[in-house]
């Protein structure tokens, strides 16, 4: 992805309704830009907000659409826009805008974890006291959310992981002055 997603391509990642090819372009452009990843996390906060008071299923799409609509026009008023044309090799190198990031530990990338002992393990960040750490399965689906001031958690004996599959982690932050830092999305595949 060249460029920051519009409206539409943000609430189709939220949808989980982005083709793999779209959505796996989408997380690199998040990995690497600041400001669409706060625009996410916010919109998939209010999505999680009102999917907890309605269930209607036409007033989440709405209110997401009208969150990201407000929120890129202020942003293409006030913000000027920075094209990435990548997140890992060469390109991430040029890239012109330094993403804080908390470093991962374990599970390694694309590590196979047998299926009781997956252990998230990451670096602790001064005057961070609180971390969130989402785990989805490979259709962005949320499987296990849970915030901490630790920097080490276990998944529970109730969050089913199949053998075989893969599945994504990352862990969220905010500093003092109110900046998100991530690990940035990470993959690990339940040993067969």
Same mark, same amino acid.
């Given at each position: 992805?060249?460029h =920051? /997603?519009?409206?539409?391509? *943000?609430?189709?990642?939220?949808?989980?309704?982005?083709?793999?090819? $779209?959505?796996?372009?989408? !997380?690199? =452009?998040?990995? @690497?830009?600041? @400001?669409?990843?706060? !625009?996410?996390? @916010?919109?998939? &906060?209010?999505?999680? $907000?009102?999917?907890?008071?309605? &269930?209607?299923?036409? *007033?989440?799409?709405a209110?997401?659409?009208?969150?990201? #609509?407000?929120?890129? $026009?202020?942003?293409?008023?006030?913000? /000027?826009?920075? =094209? =990435?044309t990548?997140?890992?090799?060469? $390109?991430? #190198?040029?890239?012109? !805008?330094?993403? /804080?990031? *908390?470093?991962?530990?374990?599970?390694?990338? @694309?590590?196979?974890?047998?299926?009781?002992?997956?252990?998230?393990?990451?670096?602790?960040?001064?005057? &961070?006291?609180?971390?969130?750490? %989402?785990?989805?399965?490979g259709?962005?689906?949320?499987?296990?959310?849970?915030?901490?001031?630790? +920097? %080490?958690?276990?998944?529970p004996?109730?969050?089913?992981?199949?053998p075989?599959? +893969?599945?994504f982690?990352?862990?969220?932050?905010?500093? #003092?002055?109110? !900046?998100a830092? %991530?690990?940035? %999305?990470? &993959?690990?595949? *339940? #040993?067969?």
């Amino acid at each position: 992805m060249n460029h =920051h /997603p519009d409206t539409e391509d *943000i609430a189709a990642y939220l949808n989980r309704s982005l083709s793999s090819a $779209a959505h796996s372009d989408l !997380e690199a =452009h998040l990995a @690497s830009c600041r @400001s669409c990843r706060r !625009e996410v996390i @916010s919109a998939r &906060r209010l999505v999680q $907000a009102a999917s907890l008071r309605s &269930r209607w299923p036409m *007033i989440v799409p709405a209110a997401v659409a009208a969150l990201l #609509a407000l929120t890129l $026009a202020g942003r293409a008023v006030l913000v /000027p826009t920075v =094209h =990435h044309t990548g997140v890992r090799g060469p $390109a991430a #190198a040029a890239s012109t !805008e330094k993403v /804080p990031t *908390i470093p991962a530990f374990s599970p390694l990338e @694309s590590q196979s974890v047998p299926a009781g002992t997956v252990r998230f393990t990451w670096g602790g960040q001064l005057d &961070r006291p609180l971390f969130r750490l %989402t785990l989805t399965d490979g259709s962005g689906k949320a499987l296990w959310v849970r915030d901490t001031g630790d +920097t %080490t958690l276990a998944v529970p004996a109730d969050v089913a992981l199949a053998p075989g599959r +893969t599945y994504f982690w990352y862990v969220d932050a905010l500093d #003092a002055n109110g !900046e998100a830092l %991530t690990t940035g %999305t990470r &993959r690990f595949v *339940i #040993a067969p």
